[in-house]
């Protein structure tokens, strides 16, 4: 069903305000409910249906939420429906598809019943094969923390942790609610072209992995709309992964290739050190607070940091005067490329693991932690050749991917519009074409049902004429022929005569189709004959 939201009057689906407040919404709720399927007004039925007792559960909601973690809107959301009056929620639906409810094969249960249930599903799977416990996650001392979309923050926020502890399993530690994916500022939708589809539009073209996944972590606020552009997305590779990120840590390791090979002997400066403990300690400050664009924009700000150092003390000339100062500086740069490396691992793994080995480093870089960043690089440990990370996308590929998603909007509107129903065009008149016809006041002198029909009457009418007009109308299950004689009404006088059930019609009733016909007649009575100007 769709209709209007009893909260904030937008069009809503059936148990959710999709369209505007976004609150979930119970059977019964939605206002002017009509079947998504035939556009009909829908008819309310009784049946019978399973509630979870959700209202009982409203005072550990509300000390829950008080020391839940994650992001303000998905806390502030839950908290402020539960302040307000907590219903019972129905988990079950009258659908084909789905989990049949115990005992009941005519019901399946509410999607949001079973489908966070897979949570421990997929947790026990993962357990299994890597030789653990799930009842150590699910029902131990653990740290939960669900990545949503904030449209489904009462879910997670409410109904979610309502089961879990009626059914004694652990409770999520944090919510994150990201805001909604676009694509070009349109609303992300695949029926109407607007997607990347990352296989067929990314991947197969050559995209590196990386490059996106720091552009959905570094376009935005993780609670804010996230939007997807293909100049945008260029920009941001361009300016900033190859631009600094890419720039600092190549021509630091390629100069030291170069004229040492080797991490030069010396101890990395105090204010290098001091640098690299302060960006460690404000990124550690974002990531707990799930401000992952911060930490990136922290974390850029080290690799300008280095660039802008490296630039300043110009080893270049150094090396040719001052070999020990040079090694020096270019100690100093290994160690902010190495915490560039670590830090920015988590955002872009492919990459750092290569510039890992640029680095002259073993392990497993994605299970050191950030303050590994601290620690001086060994003197004297071989550097392997670099090479170059992150290149430049060209406008011309850039265009090419422009053309791919304006052609794929343009199919999806022509096959919307071709799919869309056809609107009849209803032609111009003018007035002398109006005038030609005979519309004039009638009175109903008798009325009868045609044998063999159950919708026509068999009316005569005075029209002003010498006898009575015949005229057969389709109003029989709409009004009854007796009520009708001696009431006015409008006809179009001069309508090609027609045989109907062998009854011979000599005019036309005007009547407004609003389920079933609505007689038109005048606004007080005239004499019969009057003309309709």
């Known amino acids: 069903m769709e209709g209007i939201c009893p909260h904030c009057e937008s069009p809503a689906r059936g148990d959710e305000c999709d369209q505007g407040c976004n609150r979930h919404l119970e059977p019964g709720e939605i206002l002017e409910p009509t079947c998504k399927i035939c556009e009909n007004k829908a008819e309310y039925r009784e049946q019978e249906h399973f509630f979870f007792r959700l209202s009982s559960f409203r005072d550990f909601l509300l000390e829950y939420l008080e020391t839940l973690e994650g992001t303000s809107n998905a806390r502030n959301y839950a908290r402020e429906w539960v302040n307000q009056e907590l219903r019972d929620w129905c988990i079950t639906r009258n659908l084909e598809w789905g989990v049949r409810f115990p005992g009941h094969d005519e019901l399946v249960v509410y999607v949001w019943v079973d489908a966070p249930i897979g949570y421990i599903s997929f947790t026990e799977e993962y357990c299994n094969n890597a030789g653990l416990d799930w009842k150590d996650i699910w029902q131990g001392d653990s740290s939960i923390i669900h990545f949503i979309g904030q449209d489904i923050a009462y879910h997670h926020c409410i109904f979610w942790p309502a089961m879990l502890k009626g059914a004694g399993y652990s409770l999520p530690k944090a919510v994150v609610a990201s805001g909604m994916v676009k694509i070009d500022d349109k609303t992300f939708s695949k029926s109407r072209g607007y997607v990347v589809w990352v296989n067929d539009d990314y991947l197969d073209h050559g995209f590196q992995p990386d490059l996106l996944r720091y552009y959905l972590a570094s376009y935005t606020s993780h609670t804010k709309d996230l939007n997807f552009s293909w100049k945008v997305f260029q920009e941001k590779v361009n300016n900033e992964l190859v631009g600094s990120l890419g720039n600092f840590l190549y021509r630091t390791l390629h100069f030291t290739h170069k004229n040492f090979g080797e991490v030069p002997e010396g101890a990395v400066s105090d204010k290098v050190l001091d640098e ?140 919307e519009e071709k799919s869309a129903p056809q609107v009849p065009v209803i032609p111009v008149v003018t007035f002398e074409e109006f005038n030609t016809m005979d519309i004039r006041v009638g009175t109903v002198v008798s009325a009868e049902a045609i044998k063999g029909s159950d919708k026509l009457l068999k009316l005569q009418i005075d029209i002003g004429e010498d006898i009575p007009r015949q005229v057969v109308a389709g109003i029989a299950l709409t009004h009854v022929a007796d009520e009708l004689v001696g009431r006015q009404i409008i006809l179009l006088a001069n309508m090609k005569p027609a045989k109907m059930f062998g009854v011979e019609s000599r005019g036309m009733i005007l009547a407004a189709d609003e389920n079933g016909a609505v007689l038109l007649q005048p606004e007080s009575k005239v004499e019969n004959g009057t003309p309709i100007r």
């Open 276 to 415: 690299i403990r302060s960006t460690i300690q404000k990124v550690t400050v974002a990531m707990e607070e799930y401000e992952f664009k911060k930490a990136i924009d922290i974390i850029m700000g080290l690799s300008a940091y280095g660039n802008t150092y490296f630039q300043s003390k110009e080893p270049w000339h150094l090396i040719k005067n001052d070999r020990v100062a040079c090694a020096g500086v270019v100690k100093d740069c290994l160690q902010v490329a190495k915490a560039l490396v670590l830090l920015f691992e988590p955002v872009i793994p492919t990459k750092m693991n290569e510039a890992w080995g640029h680095l002259g480093q073993k392990g497993d870089v994605s299970q050191m932690k950030y303050d590994e960043g601290l620690v001086e690089l060994e003197s004297k440990r071989p550097l392997p050749k670099p090479a170059i990370l992150f290149t430049k996308i060209d406008d011309k590929k850039i265009d090419e991917m422009e053309v791919i998603m304006n052609k794929r909007i343009a199919e999806a509107m022509a096959k």
